[in-house]
Every structure is written in structure tokens, then in C-alpha cells.
Nanobody, 117 residues
Framework: QVQLVESGGGLVQPGGSLRLSCAAS????????MGWYRQARGKQCELVAH???????NYADSVKCRFTISRDNDKNTVYLQMNNLKSEDTAVYYC???????????WGQGTQVTVSS
């Protein structure tokens, strides 16, 4: 079973930046499409960024042009660069393999992102 460990969250002011990392165990990481998901308090979990095994990316409209997803298959790691953060980006962020409709692995502990002045 693949284990996912997210890191890089924190408290940042509006307009600031953070870079999240998700380290995955297992040597077959490279074959999976990966996504970054977030869940704000009282809201449903949503997929915000997605990257295929070949490197094609897709973003939710709410983060387009502000967030960038990337992956390093040699390090079994997927990243989320978040720029121009807004208060509405406050949430716990998770990574997983899959899509908006399904996720393949057990969820990690997530990493809290709080955007506040």
C-alpha cells in the first residue's frame, strides 16, 4: 500500500506563497496520475490541481494561474506551488492518486494552509 505524507503548509498573509510537498512510498509512483485536494472547514473536499503520469496538468478555476502542480518521479514526490494566496484558500491540503471522482490510496494526514492577515 502506498503511503502519502504531505508537508509545507503554514500560516501566510494574503498575497503570499507556499510550496506543498507530497512524498509517496513505493517504486511505481511514476505510473499514477496525482492530484492535490483540499477541504475547508464545513465544505466538501475538492480537487484543485491534477497531473498525469506524462506531466499534463489541470486546475480548478478557483486556483488557475495561481497554483502550479509538478512532480519529480525520481523522488516520488508531487508539489503544489501556491502563489497570490487568498483567504478562501485556507484548508487542509491532501494529495492522492486518482481524479475528482475517485482516489486510489488511503489519505495521509494532510497539511494545514491558513491564509490570514
Amino acid at each position: 500500500q502506498v503511503q502519502l505524507v504531505e508537508s509545507g503548509g503554514g500560516l501566510v498573509q494574503p498575497g503570499g506563497s507556499l510550496r506543498l510537498s507530497c512524498a509517496a512510498s513505493g517504486s511505481i509512483f511514476r505510473i499514477y496520475a496525482m492530484g492535490w485536494y483540499r477541504q475547508a472547514r464545513g465544505k466538501q473536499c475538492e480537487l484543485v490541481a491534477h497531473i498525469t503520469s506524462g506531466g499534463s496538468t489541470n486546475y480548478a478555476d478557483s486556483v488557475k494561474c495561481r497554483f502550479t502542480i509538478s512532480r519529480d518521479n525520481d523522488k516520488n514526490t508531487v508539489y503544489l506551488q501556491m502563489n497570490n494566496l487568498k483567504s478562501e484558500d485556507t484548508a487542509v491540503y491532501y494529495c492522492n492518486a486518482g481524479s475528482a471522482a475517485f482516489q486510489l490510496f488511503s489519505w495521509g494526514q494532510g497539511t494545514q494552509v491558513t491564509v490570514s492577515s
